[in-house]
């Protein structure tokens, strides 16, 4: 079975722009997180989605937004980008809800100057 | 909420054993993960502790106490390519997939 998939891996920006990320989870799972890495803050939660509907949101500014798909991939999108979003997104996928394992995908390295 | 606490980092040699313990304070949770994560890279699962006690999975364990907030991930015969972060993370029972991730240990293998 194919793991979680995300696209693009790496990605440079410049202050201002907006960018698109996308994730296709497991087949069969359709709980989708997303999750941004930094070297200062670690691993902190951006927002849940399952069966279209957002229903966890961490504390992102509201320039950070998602969606998702009747076919459970995800994406999610950043606005006016700022230098302190240059972070490691990553996406993770579970069967539905609370007590089974979530599984990572490699993740979209986003640089921003 | 939830207070997530592992040394920040641990050194050990080749052949050696490890364990990297973690605490935390939770109001409820459906379980705890361990994640590996080498540098770059998505962190990969390792485990998922639901009960209390251990489990074995090769050269990794873990071990869960609920009633002492309590967890520990055992590495044994240690190799080279066991450096990384290792990230203990709590899911709560009521954050739909917001898993709570402590700021993970820096496991360093010499030879």
């Known amino acids: 079975k194919a793991g979680v998939t995300q696209t693009p891996r790496y990605l440079i920006k410049t202050r201002g722009q907006q960018v698109t990320l996308s994730c296709s989870p497991i087949s069969g799972h359709r709980s989708v997180s997303w999750y941004q890495q930094t070297p200062g803050q670690g691993l902190q939660f951006l927002f849940e989605y399952f069966s279209e509907t957002q229903r966890n949101k961490g504390n992102f500014p509201g320039r950070f937004s998602g969606r998702q798909f009747s076919n459970s991939r995800s994406e999610m999108n950043v606005s006016t980008l700022e230098l302190g979003d240059s972070a490691l997104y990553l996406c993770?996928?579970?069967?539905?809800?609370?007590?089974?394992?979530?599984?990572f995908g490699p993740g979209t390295r986003l640089l921003v100057l | 909420g939830q207070n997530i606490d592992q040394p920040t980092e641990m050194t050990a040699t080749e052949g050696a054993i490890v364990q990297i313990n973690c605490t935390y304070q939770?109001?409820?949770?459906?379980?705890l993960f361990w994640y590996q994560q080498h540098a770059g890279e998505a962190p990969t699962f390792l485990s998922y502790?639901?009960?209390?006690g251990l489990e074995e999975k090769g050269r990794f364990s873990s071990f869960l106490s609920r009633s002492k907030g309590y967890s520990y991930l055992l590495l044994k015969e240690l190799q080279m390519k066991d450096s990384a972060s290792y990230l203990c993370a709590v899911d709560p029972t009521d954050s739909w997939g917001k898993l709570q991730f402590g700021a993970g240990t820096q496991v360093v293998v010499t030879p």
């Open positions: 993770a996928s579970r069967r539905d809800r609370g007590g089974e394992t979530q599984y």
């Open positions: 502790n639901v009960l209390d």
């Open positions: 939770t109001s409820g949770f459906n379980g």
